[in-house]
């Protein structure tokens, strides 16, 4: 039995829980968000991902009611939210630096929506105990936020916005000022709460590992724009332009012309060395400008030339990093191009197969990266 | 070398402090006298021993007995007191919205503002009152205006009332409300202002709700600032307020310079500075709670 997978996005007939229409926010000549449309459905995981200053706080802050588009319009569940101010929108935010009141204690704060909304008293306690099971911060209830981790003031931020029971959950860097480890075990924990509560969360984040880890599908934003929006795989293995594959991960990037044989695209790119072969490009032309990226786990290195690969190429190992579970080759061709290859390290570190200046074979198969045209 | 540290700040308050302090009290505890000094007893080192007894023989709390028998003096305690909490309250409410819109102005305005709470500062304290005189007579400019403008058609009688006596306090201790509370606002995160609208607050109910209760120790301080200073305060109720404005302060004065009488004066001066020191407790606790509060 196949699992029933969550896709609204494919579905033609849902309807998305928030609509950016052709909207546009500038901040007196600086564009922050320039005529972008997008749409997010209900249950969702959605994650912005974008240098600083590409646009994605801003966008954020619009959905809070902080900012208002200066063309174009949102719509939450179908309605116009453009002039609803922040306290008249069922859409709560989780602030990046928690935006906890220093004055009042854990439980105080998770409260205070709940009492803006005259809730009666005894069903306040009752959601707020809620909350701080949901968040694991029974004990610490009476504390103030300066006398508890950072972790935890995460918890009390998240279990706060979370307590009004919100339509949208908007995230702003929310695991940006915790450790590593921490933020790792808190992306999890992220994932199950927002499974639990079934709330759609809008997650911005620079951090592109967190994005692929915790959402259902990413946009990649630059310049006020969204250059992608899609599942993690597909940002990750059909990047649809250099900079998604840039911004994603680790990747080689090579340009040269195209030239169309069959049913495969060739590439010229340099001199002397053989024409990468992969899937084709729609409408591209022969000498048109093309570009191929191909991710470095994807490249075996191998000291014999293998037989059978689509693309093979001589280099010679100029740098290696080693990161523990996997080392990254840095290779060095014949006309000076780095070409990173990556493999795992199933073997200890002594008995590494190659060394510094040792000629070496990169290969790879003709699906194994992708031609893109800009 | 902590010693000599630490001794410098004893000593400073020895000077300045400790020792006058002894010398009001000792002279609170003498009798009235047509004299150079106006009292008795008077220290003469040559008779010795004996002559040190018979100082200390003089010594009483006559004085002190009598500032509970005549009613003045509790009355302009209490006068003191409610002009000073009355002061204090007006200032507060002048000062929070001025540091609130310094606080919210843009960054390179700021430093200008401050010059302009401070500016009065580099004048003569002096000159600046007379100047309200001038502006507050019934001939002043203020009246001047009101009746030019045609909202008044006799001139107010403002000068020497304890309205004047007020605006001549706010007017003066203005800066010592603004600055803490400022340094307070300054501090205050904007995102906590957008989380509380966030979760439902309106913008007049997130001020209260969360810049109020997080100012509240620049209030307290920048309150105990004007408080203090204003109960003793003689300048500005002797040439702002009228006959019938009754201060400490300026039966202090009068008690020094027109009666003469400087053990009655001393000992007004010693139960002052004791009434005082509970609000100066207060403060300092309020000043420690919050260094612990910023660590």
């Not at chain 1, 706080?57 to 116009?80: H, K, S, V």
């Not at chain 2, 304290?125 to 100047?131: P, Q």
Request: charged share 20%; with cysteine; aromatic share 10%.
């Amino acid at each position: 039995m196949a699992l029933d997978v969550f896709a609204p996005w494919d579905d033609p007939n849902a309807k998305p829980l928030i609509q950016f229409q052709n909207v546009t926010k500038r901040f007196g000549d600086f564009t922050a968000i320039d005529d972008l449309t997008v749409d997010i459905f209900e249950k969702e995981f959605f994650a912005l991902l974008g240098p600083s200053g590409c646009g994605k706080t801003t966008m954020m802050r619009m959905l809070a009611g902080f900012e208002t588009p200066t063309e174009g319009q949102i719509l939450l569940a179908g309605q116009d939210i453009g002039a609803v101010p922040p306290n008249k929108r069922a859409v709560n935010m989780m602030f990046q630096s928690y935006a906890l009141f220093p004055h009042l204690s854990i439980w105080e704060n998770i409260a205070f929506g709940l009492k803006r909304d005259k809730m009666p008293k005894d069903q306040i306690g009752e959601r707020v105990e809620e909350m701080l099971r949901l968040t694991r911060l029974e004990k610490f209830a009476r504390r103030k936020p300066h006398q508890i981790s950072g972790g935890q003031r995460q918890r009390v931020a998240l279990a706060r916005s979370l307590a009004k029971a919100p339509k949208l959950l908007l995230l702003d860097e929310p695991l940006g000022a915790l450790d590593k480890k921490l933020r790792q075990e808190t992306q999890f924990e992220l994932m199950d709460i927002q499974e639990t509560t079934g709330t759609t969360f809008v997650i911005v984040t620079h951090d592109q590992e967190e994005a692929m880890t915790v959402a259902s599908r990413v946009a990649v934003m630059d310049h006020g724009q969204i250059v992608q929006v899609s599942t993690p795989d597909v940002i990750y293995e059909a990047p649809n332009s250099t900079y998604v594959a840039d911004f994603i991960g680790d990747v080689n990037l090579i340009s040269g012309k195209a030239d169309p044989q069959d049913d495969k695209l060739h590439m010229h790119w340099a001199e002397g060395q053989p024409a990468v072969v992969g899937s084709p490009l729609d409408g591209a032309a022969k000498g048109q400008d093309v570009h191929y990226a191909i991710r470095p786990e994807k490249v075996s290195i191998s000291a014999e030339k293998p037989e059978n690969a689509a693309n093979t190429i001589q280099g010679e190992v100029h740098d290696i990093a080693y990161l523990g579970n996997i080392s990254t080759y840095h290779v060095k061709l014949a006309g000076g191009q780095i070409i990173k290859a990556q493999s795992a390290n199933n073997r200890r570190i002594s008995r590494r197969a190659f060394t510094w200046e040792d000629k070496v074979w990169l290969s790879w198969t003709d699906t194994a990266g992708v031609f893109l045209e800009r | 070398m902590r010693r000599l540290l630490i001794a410098v700040p004893f000593l400073w308050l020895l000077a300045l402090f400790i020792v006058p302090f002894a010398i009001v009290f000792k002279i609170s505890l003498s009798d009235l006298a047509v004299a150079i000094p106006p009292y008795t007893p008077t220290l003469d080192f040559a008779e010795g021993w004996a002559g040190l007894k018979a100082f200390y023989a003089e010594l009483d709390f006559e004085n002190y007995i009598w500032l509970t028998e005549d009613d003045l003096y509790w009355k302009a305690y209490l006068s003191s007191f409610k002009i000073a909490v009355i002061s204090t309250l007006l200032t507060l409410l002048v000062g929070y919205p001025i540091a609130y819109g310094i606080a919210r102005a843009p960054q390179e305005w700021r430093a200008m503002l401050f010059m302009l709470v401070i500016l009065p500062f580099w004048t003569s304290f002096l000159i600046r009152v007379y100047a309200w005189m001038g502006i507050l007579s019934q001939e002043g400019y203020l009246n001047q205006v009101l009746l030019w403008i045609g909202v008044i058609n006799e001139p107010l009688i403002i000068l020497n009332t304890n309205i004047a006596v007020y605006i001549g306090i706010v007017y003066t201790y203005l800066p010592f409300m603004i600055l803490p509370i400022y340094a307070a606002l300054e501090k205050l995160d904007i995102s906590l202002l957008e989380a509380a609208e966030d979760l439902g607050c309106s913008r007049f109910s997130a001020f209260w709700l969360v810049t109020i209760p997080l100012s509240k120790q620049g209030i307290i301080a920048g309150s105990f600032l004007v408080f203090i200073p204003t109960i003793g305060e003689f300048v500005i109720p002797s040439l702002l307020g009228g006959s019938r404005t009754l201060m400490i302060g300026k039966v202090l004065w009068e008690e020094f310079f027109s009666n003469r009488d400087w053990p009655v004066a001393s000992a007004v001066a010693v139960v002052l500075l004791l009434i005082l020191i509970i609000p100066i407790v207060l403060f300092q606790r309020n000043e420690q709670k919050q260094r612990e509060a910023d660590k």
